[in-house]
Nanobody
């Protein structure tokens, strides 16, 4: 099992950039499908981006062309590069890991991203 810890959130102006990191401790990170979710106040948690063990990626329509998910298995870390940020990107961002072999899911504690002038 892995434990997930996010970092990199903060306050940024519209049009700015942030890079979120999710560091995993424990073993087997390379076996996990990793994703980023977000939850804005009063809204349901939604999938932002995902990356498979083989490196295939998928994105929510709302972030395509602006966000990039990547992983570094040597560092047990998944990243979310967020460019051209908009106020509607404001949310708590959560890292998620899914291990299909064990039908096991792990969540990080979340990191706040606020886009405001």
């Amino acid at each position: 099992q892995v434990q997930l810890v996010e970092s990199g959130g903060g306050l940024v102006q519209p049009g700015g950039s942030l890079r979120l990191s999710c560091a995993a401790s424990g073993t087997g990170f390379n076996l996990y499908v990793m994703s980023w979710y977000r939850q804005a106040p009063g809204k349901q948690r939604e999938l932002v981006a995902g990356i498979t063990t083989g490196g295939r990626t998928n994105y929510a329509d709302s972030v395509k062309g602006r966000f990039t998910i990547s992983r570094d298995n040597a560092k047990n870390t998944v990243y979310l590069q967020m460019n051209m940020l908009k106020p509607e990107d404001t949310a708590v961002y959560y890292c998620n890991g899914w291990l299909d072999l064990m039908k096991s899911e792990r969540w990080g504690q979340g990191t706040q991203v606020t886009v405001s002038s």
